[in-house]
């Protein structure tokens, strides 16, 4: 992606001297206060009657889930969802297992479905049964809504919509195809680096309960275990809303960024169509900062660094050791990258801005 699009955000704030550890939850709030507390107080004060629709565009892995779920920890988890369209097909798999479940979405589709392809052969595609048929937009498009009416009337962020070329004039009148005929909805693109992206998605591990994403190298959580008969290290989740849990590898992350080389592509094509697009709002988070700038944009506890980890078998506790991390962005210059808390911020920012606040 060009620089002119992704300029840099600036998040070291005059008169904001205090260094905040953003592993912990406690301090990642007051850091949110102390440099965005106007806008995270309009925000909150703001979704408590209205809502928006965000789409939120990156290549896989670029922290789009993370960087969300931070928004909603500061401003409110119970006016603002996220919505995984990859999520919800998984989780109606699983559905389609249970008869009475299945009878239920047969009839919500039967009510709410518009499209070519019979609903027998939807619930074929889905189950992997006809792998050589794709799952018409129509078909996501009724899943969708059928989650916003679980959720309830609140703002949403989108992942994983648009996936494809073919979706993009979709995603232009999706809020009135879904009922938010007046709200005001916009697009966040977010650029990373394929390196960073290669190593959160080999490092990558989720909490089973809440699914908030962390990296055992890049977004450690505050408490980390070791497991002594499998001698590997694990993070323990840390969302406020959740309660300590092991957290467990995403499958399939073991080839990093080569084994999403298609995705990564199309999610590209993407994105590079819609920021053409006239009339949506559109806001731009940037991962990286060239290495010679960081510190005249960004606080040194705002850089991402790397974790390695020891185990102390005689003090039975682990020993986290932290590292400068330097890597090289999709231009080759050296960079360093931020830690998801200072790109949230610039998110918050962003919306604010955008919703007009």
Same mark, same amino acid.
């Given at each position: 992606?060009?620089?002119?699009?992704? +300029?840099?955000?600036? $998040?070291? $704030?005059?008169?904001?001297?205090?260094?905040?550890?953003?592993?912990?939850? @406690?301090?990642?709030?007051?850091? #949110?206060?102390?440099?965005?507390?106007?806008?995270?107080?309009?925000?909150?004060?703001?979704?408590?009657?209205n809502s928006f629709v965000a789409f939120l565009l990156g290549k896989?892995?670029? &922290?789009? &889930? $993370?960087? $969300?779920?931070? #928004?909603m920890e500061i401003v409110g988890p119970e006016h603002v969802?996220?919505?995984?369209?990859?999520?919800?097909?998984?989780?109606?798999?699983?559905?389609?297992?249970?008869?009475?479940?299945?009878?239920?979405?047969?009839?919500?589709?039967?009510?709410s479905y518009r499209g070519f392809l019979p609903i027998s052969r939807i619930f074929d595609v889905i189950e992997g049964r006809d792998?050589?048929?794709?799952?018409?937009?129509e078909v996501i498009?009724?899943?969708?809504?059928?989650?916003m009416d679980k959720i309830g009337r609140k703002s949403v962020f989108i992942d994983g919509f648009p996936r494809n070329l073919d979706q993009v004039s979709y995603s232009l009148y999706f809020r009135s195809l879904i009922g938010y005929r007046d709200n005001p909805d916009f697009f966040?693109?977010?650029?990373?680096?394929?390196?960073?992206?290669?190593?959160?998605?080999?490092?990558?591990?989720?909490? +089973?309960?809440?699914?908030? +994403?962390?990296?055992?190298?890049?977004?450690r959580t505050k408490q980390v275990g070791y497991d002594i008969d499998n001698k590997q290290f694990y993070l323990i989740c840390d969302n406020p809303s959740c309660e300590p849990t092991r957290m467990v590898s995403k499958e399939g992350g073991e080839l990093g960024i080569e084994g999403f080389r298609d995705r990564i592509e199309?999610?590209?094509?993407?994105?590079?169509?819609?920021?053409r697009l006239e009339g949506v709002p559109q806001i731009f988070l940037r991962n990286s900062i060239p290495a010679e700038l960081a510190r005249q944009y960004a606080d040194d506890y705002e850089l991402t660094p790397s974790y390695s980890y020891k185990w102390h078998e005689d003090k039975k506790e682990v020993e986290v050791i932290e590292q400068p991390w330097i890597?090289?962005?999709? &231009?080759? @210059?050296?960079?360093?990258?931020?830690?998801?808390?200072?790109?949230?911020?610039?998110?918050?920012?962003?919306?604010?801005?955008v919703l007009g606040l």
């Open positions: 992606m060009k620089e002119k699009e992704f +300029p840099i955000f600036k $998040t070291k $704030t005059p008169g904001v001297a205090e260094r905040f550890n953003l592993d912990d939850p @406690v301090e990642r709030r007051r850091y #949110f206060e102390a440099k965005a507390g106007p806008e995270v107080e309009k925000l909150r004060d703001w979704v408590r009657n896989k892995g670029s &922290g789009k &889930g $993370t960087y $969300t779920k931070l #928004f969802a996220h919505i995984s369209v990859g999520d919800i097909v998984r989780s109606v798999h699983k559905e389609l297992s249970d008869p009475s479940k299945k009878q239920e979405l047969m009839e919500f589709l039967k009510k792998v050589t048929t794709l799952l018409p937009t498009l009724a899943l969708v809504e059928r989650q966040v693109f977010i650029d990373v680096p394929e390196q960073v992206i290669h190593e959160r998605i080999i490092t990558r591990v989720v909490c +089973p309960k809440c699914q908030t +994403p962390r990296t055992l190298k890049l977004l199309a999610d590209e094509k993407v994105m590079e169509t819609l920021m890597i090289k962005d999709d &231009g080759g @210059v050296p960079s360093n990258s931020l830690m998801a808390p200072a790109v949230a911020l610039a998110l918050i920012k962003q919306i604010a801005q």
